[in-house]
């Protein structure tokens, strides 16, 4: 457990990697860390494209709106995880929506992120989540058909520098017992 809260804690926003390229079994354990993230009725309705080629990865880069850091670390991660999910899956029975919020593939697309960002910092990779860009330029870069949806990019690699922990809010900042 105390192994597990350090992974937490110390993982950050990684935008400046080295070159090295990451293994085809370091690309493998990442992608087993997504099969395992918990899904709303066991839906999985991830799909992720791994983007190495450097040609689409300048694509995905000029997708990513201006003054967004982000631009760059697409360009400089070796790999590039963009998530997509199948739409109309989670959070679905029978072909009707359940929740109150609609299509919930959002909830599990987040959960199956933090793994890949968790599992990525545990090998001793950084990250960084992207979600301010352009999907729809994305969509077309990586060809994604119909009934998915680009959620987020994720470049993955070897940290050039990492940073401090930003302050944190305390527990009893936003604990509530029994009532709001």
């Given amino acids: 457990m105390e192994h597990l809260m350090e992974i937490i804690k110390n993982r950050r926003s990684i935008r400046h990697f080295e070159a090295t390229p990451l293994s085809d079994e370091m690309v493998n354990t990442l992608l087993e860390s997504i099969k395992w993230a918990p899904s709303w009725a066991n839906t999985q309705c991830w799909e992720v494209v791994v983007v190495k080629d450097p040609a689409i990865k300048e694509q995905l880069a000029e997708a990513v709106f201006k003054g967004n850091p982000a631009a760059k670390s697409i360009t400089a991660a070796p790999a590039v995880f963009v998530l997509c999910a199948k739409l109309q899956s989670s959070g679905y029975y029978k072909g009707q929506v359940t929740t109150k919020f609609g299509d919930w593939f959002m909830f599990d697309m987040g959960i199956a992120c933090q793994n890949l960002c968790l599992c990525g910092h545990a090998m ?21 058909p119909e009934g ?24 009893s900042e936003f604990t509530h017992n029994d009532t709001f």
């Fill in 124 to 144: 001793g990779l950084g990250s960084v989540v992207v979600g301010l860009f352009d999907h729809d330029k994305t969509r077309t870069v990586l060809n994604v």
């Fill in 148 to 171: 998915y949806e680009v959620v987020c990019m994720v470049p993955m690699g070897h940290p050039a520098k990492s940073s401090s922990a930003p302050k944190r809010r305390e527990i």
